[in-house]
């Protein structure tokens, strides 16, 4: 069972520093080199102290490379002074830079038009640290949720049709489409949509219902159903009569 005692030693530190760690976000392994750090030197009375990364590492479990990102960025953002190997805490907390800073931070070629720099006000690219926290845990919003699903059930409600059963459609479509065309028409776009799924994958339509409508529509006005390339076809795929067009 541990028994930790102050008798056999403690890390003293000014109470205005443990209440800006406090509204410190950074990552969780930036967290334990920045707690080794302060460990290392305020644990015995000193501002800086020479610290390797193998001590941080028997300190936190850390591998050597995570050690060094972490304390290159905790420097770059100034909560730790660095020269070489001695490391210690940034006493100065405003120096510290805020995460969101560096997080919307745009290149220099990013906001280039022909060569000239765009002009962005900094306190738009900056968001406050406590804004950018609630950012990082909101939650989805109630009518977000139900939107969800709304559309999850519409999805689950789709049957699917044929031959390669990859034309999704709910009852309601399928009857609105027998209502507008006969049957052996409503088959034959069906089947023609789900030949053309088949030998192009890589297709994704939001509303099979919606774009059966569209390739009707099109036949109508003699544009064929889609405006489908030859170079297009799978290599393996040879034309037959029923699907002259895919």
């Known amino acids: 069972m541990a028994n930790p005692q102050l008798e056999d030693g403690y890390t003293r530190i000014a109470n205005e520093l ?5 509204k410190l976000y950074i990552a969780p392994n930036h967290w334990q080199v920045l707690v080794c750090v302060i460990r290392k030197t305020y644990g015995f009375r ?6 390797t990364q193998t001590q941080i590492c028997q300190g ?6 995570t050690v060094s990102r972490a304390i290159n960025i905790l420097k770059q953002r100034n909560i730790i002074t660095r020269d070489g190997k001695y490391i210690g805490l940034q006493k100065d907390w405003e120096q510290w830079q805020k995460l969101a800073e560096q997080a919307t931070k745009v290149s220099e070629t990013a906001n280039c038009v022909n060569g000239e720099k765009l002009a962005i006000p900094q306190q738009k690219l900056a968001i406050p640290q406590p804004e ?16 969800k699903e709304t559309i999850q059930k519409k999805l689950y409600k789709r049957k699917k049709y044929g031959e390669f059963q990859n034309v999704l459609l ?7 489409l027998l209502a507008q065309f006969s049957e052996a028409d409503t088959s034959s776009l069906i089947e023609e949509l789900s030949g053309y ?7 994704n339509y939001d509303s ?20 489908r390339n030859p170079r297009d076809l799978p290599k393996a795929y040879t034309p037959t009569a029923e699907y002259p067009d895919l």
């Open 18 to 22: 443990m209440e800006q760690l406090m």
């Open 46 to 51: 000193k501002k800086i102290d020479y610290i």
């Open 60 to 65: 936190t479990g850390l591998v050597k490379s």
């Open 132 to 147: 950018l926290a609630e950012q990082l845990t909101k939650v989805s919003s109630p009518l977000d949720t139900q939107k």
């Open 170 to 176: 709910t009852d309601e479509e399928h009857e609105k």
């Open 197 to 203: 799924l088949e030998n192009h994958k890589r297709k």
């Open 208 to 227: 099979h219902y919606a774009t059966l409508l569209n390739w009707q529509r099109r036949k109508k006005e003699g544009k064929g159903a889609t405006n």
